[in-house]
């Protein structure tokens, strides 16, 4: 694996009834519960300071798969190894070492806690304590997405932290993150908790859930700078796509009955923008320059009739702005930053002679 993984050993205490014993088979009978999983409690409480407990309590408000728990508890920054004692509601989270002095402390629980039914939370559960006087206060937040816009419901974020601009040469997934979390169902994540100071940021597709990047298999997603200051709220990512076959806007040898087209402006702070129209089997390509102020005006004149999504981004390269390049997606080794990009939230229709407009886009450029 690419970064350290922790050593956990989980101990699952099995309580004897007459007539049997507990299993993660649902009881028969009684009432439906329709009540979320959720924790109720936790020692230490969150939020708190100077804590000087050896374990983490966490309560359920029902009794807890131990199927689900064992990979899908998380703490950082990493405290080493940890065992794992469950017994019912009840979890326990035993360091072998000491609390590090002054650090403030996440422990997540992502998806995968389920209880005896198979019901798991609602969004990953994030509990931050301090072994000093102050806690970390910092947070980072924004949006995965993947190739097609939806949202990447499984993304896995990871936060480096590092003031340097010139390590950009080295590999980020051979080093431990200083912080992890997961995406929730709607493709949002936020760190909260973490020590103020700037991030480089990354998102992986975690197709096989086993919080980590595998190699060539999964994809990475960076964000739009080098660096992410802690109180950013609207970072966006996306997932790199597969190549499609591109076709300029300039000339088109549909029939004027087969066809329609869409306009719309663009917000965006750059020099020009790149507008895509794309359909399940091609991707119409058009450049829009010399802006109003930061507003670019743009059309596609003959779309073939079809659904459309459209999406604009502001090229990095040198290139001139006659060239029709390919969104850049960044790159983990060496570092590089994405093309900022948006996106039109709904798909468009086009349908024969007919013209859509106020297709509009704004593009948010961190600074």
């Known amino acids: 694996m690419p970064f350290p993984q922790h050593r956990n050993r989980l101990w699952i205490f099995l309580l004897l009834f007459a007539g049997g014993c507990a299993s993660d088979y649902p009881p028969s009978g009684g009432a439906g519960d329709t009540q979320p999983l959720q924790v109720i409690s936790s020692q230490p409480a969150p939020e708190s300071t100077e804590v000087t407990t050896s374990t983490i309590r966490l309560t359920f408000n029902r009794d807890i798969s131990e199927k689900a728990l064992f990979n899908s508890v998380h703490i950082t920054p990493t405290i080493g190894t940890y065992d794992i ?42 509990l931050a304590f301090s072994t000093g006087k102050d806690i970390d206060r910092g947070n980072i937040s924004g949006m995965v997405f993947y190739a097609d816009f939806s949202p990447a419901s499984n993304a896995l974020l990871l936060a480096f932290n590092t003031n340097n601009t010139k390590d950009e040469c080295n590999n980020l997934l051979a080093k431990e993150p200083n912080y992890r979390i997961e995406a929730d169902a709607s493709g949002a994540f936020s760190f909260q908790n973490i020590a103020n100071g700037k991030y480089r940021i990354i998102a992986v597709n975690d197709r096989n859930n086993d919080k980590c990047y595998t190699n ?20 966006w990512l996306r997932f790199p796509k597969a190549n499609k076959a591109i076709a300029p806007q300039e000339k088109s040898s549909e029939s004027p009955t087969e066809t329609g087209s869409i306009a719309g402006q663009i917000v965006a702070h750059g020099r020009y923008v790149i507008i895509e129209a794309e359909s399940a089997t091609r991707t119409y390509r058009t450049i829009a320059s010399h802006p109003k102020n930061t507003t670019f005006l743009y059309v596609f004149p003959t779309l073939p009739a079809g659904s459309y999504t459209i999406s604009a981004y502001l090229p990095s390269s040198t290139k001139t702005a006659a060239t029709l390049q390919d969104w850049n997606p960044g790159s983990i080794h060496p570092f590089h930053p994405a093309d900022p990009f948006g ?15 106020n297709i509009n886009i704004t593009i948010e450029t961190l600074r």
Not at 92 to 111: G, M, R, S, V, W
Not at 216 to 235: D, M, Q, R
């Open 216 to 235: 060539e298999s999964e994809e990475i997603g960076v964000g739009s700078i080098t660096l992410i200051p802690t109180g950013t709220t609207n970072v």
């Open 343 to 357: 996106f039109y939230p709904e798909k468009v229709r086009v349908r024969g002679r007919w013209k859509t407009d």
């Open 85 to 126: 004692v469950h017994v019912g509601k009840s979890v326990d989270i035993k360091p072998e070492q000491p609390f590090a002095a002054n650090q403030t402390y996440t422990l997540t629980l992502d998806k995968q806690v389920k209880d005896m039914k198979g019901r798991s939370l609602p969004s990953p559960y994030h």
